[in-house]
């Protein structure tokens, strides 16, 4: 059952977090409570990753399906390591290349961890994050912190902690609001159990960065596990995810006359605009979005933020291009379009 809670919002330098903040938020922490915090990814949502109780209200405040597991969060490769039973060279390499950084590592966890981190599974994902408001908050807390994005659950990630308040005020006990994060998207979620290593996840890590350290790297999307009822082999799989309320689908061409058609059935659209048109109908909110990869991912969720604030019923999205660089951006698009 879920507790209401006063949340308190404290800014902290993104880039030299005050002691003070950090240490008030590392004992909510400690004590079994809810705080979000800002990663390179997106927010975070943290409780304790060792107490399967303050692990089960972030469930609560995201209503989050239990079958939907949680990745854990460290400070270091050797804090990864007490939370698993074998860590591989593999792993190793990875971290060494990585870590800090966006790549989770699935491997098969220790009885330390709760099952209700796993989501009822065998492994545990975890990852340390490079954002050091995330960093000093770990190191302070001195204890694993499990964290999915700070929203409600299949909504829009947060890249702001605006969208945090938004979503989960008197949900949560603290949000460190350390500006916009950078990086936009979720990490890459990697399988270590299987071989050849298998993407459960696109992410900030490409499968071309993973193979340049790994070798071959198996992404299928077809073939991925799904949640179907028992735990999911990662967050991230459900088909519906990282949803705006509006309505939302991609068109490959023609996209001001999709948008038209729209406002003549009386909708309020946004329009995700990649290509230059040359006639744009009056009455629509269009955000321009970057045809660098990396620039998309980091605008993405913020501008689903926006146009849902806007009050849109229905958002055109350009295609992006295919490509590695752009997987990630693909699979949050075609999730969020689903029905």
């Given at each position: 059952m879920f507790n209401p809670r006063q949340t308190i919002v404290r800014s902290v330098s993104p880039e030299h977090p005050?002691?003070?903040?950090?240490?008030?938020?590392?004992?909510?922490?400690?004590?079994?409570?809810?705080?979000?915090?800002?990663?390179?990814?997106?927010?975070?949502?943290?409780?304790?990753?060792?107490?399967?109780?303050a692990v089960e209200s972030i469930f609560e405040a995201k209503g989050r399906p239990p079958t939907n597991p949680i990745i854990v969060h460290v400070a270091s490769v050797e804090a990864a390591q007490h939370l698993v039973l074998d860590w591989p060279p593999l792993a190793s390499r990875l971290a060494e290349r990585f870590?800090?950084?966006?790549?989770?590592?699935?491997?098969?966890?220790?009885?330390?961890?709760?099952?209700?981190?796993?989501?009822?599974?065998?492994?545990?994902?975890s990852r340390v994050p490079a954002h050091p408001v995330a960093l000093a908050l770990l190191?302070?807390?001195?204890?694993?912190?499990?964290?999915?994005?700070?929203?409600?659950?299949?909504?829009?990630?947060?890249?702001?902690?605006?969208?945090?308040?938004?979503a989960l005020d008197g949900r949560v006990d603290l949000i460190l609001d350390g500006g916009p994060t950078a990086g936009g998207l979720e990490s890459t979620v990697l399988d270590l159990?299987?071989?050849?290593?298998?993407?459960?996840?696109?992410?900030?890590?490409?499968?071309?960065?993973?193979?340049?350290?790994?070798?071959?790297?198996?992404?299928?999307?077809?073939?991925?596990?799904?949640?179907?009822?028992?735990?999911?082999?990662?967050?991230?799989?459900?088909?519906?995810?990282?949803?705006?309320?509006?309505?939302?689908?991609c068109v490959d061409r023609k996209s001001a006359a999709v948008v038209q058609e729209l406002l003549t059935l009386g909708n309020r659209v946004g329009w995700l605009r990649l290509?230059?048109?040359?006639d744009v109908p009056e009455g629509i909110v269009v955000i321009d979005m970057s045809s660098d990869a990396d620039a998309y991912a980091a605008r993405l969720y913020a501008a689903f933020h926006e146009l849902d604030d806007a009050g849109v019923n229905q958002i055109v999205v350009d295609l992006p291009p295919q490509g590695d660089a752009w997987l990630a951006i693909h699979d949050r698009l075609r999730r969020a379009s689903a029905n």
């Open positions: 005050d002691a003070a903040v950090i240490s008030e938020a590392a004992e909510i922490i400690r004590r079994g409570g809810l705080v979000a915090f800002p990663t390179e990814t997106v927010y975070g949502l943290g409780a304790s990753a060792l107490d399967g109780n870590w800090p950084g966006p790549l989770t590592i699935v491997l098969p966890k220790r009885p330390i961890v709760p099952n209700i981190v796993s989501a009822g599974g065998r492994t545990v994902g190191q302070a807390a001195q204890i694993p912190i499990a964290a999915p994005s700070a929203n409600r659950s299949s909504e829009v990630s947060p890249t702001t902690a605006e969208h945090v308040q938004k159990t299987v071989d050849p290593p298998r993407v459960l996840r696109p992410g900030l890590v490409t499968i071309a960065q993973l193979e340049a350290v790994l070798g071959a790297i198996d992404w299928n999307e077809a073939s991925r596990d799904r949640t179907g009822g028992g735990p999911a082999r990662s967050p991230g799989l459900m088909e519906r995810h990282y949803a705006p309320r509006a309505k939302l689908q290509r230059p048109a040359a």
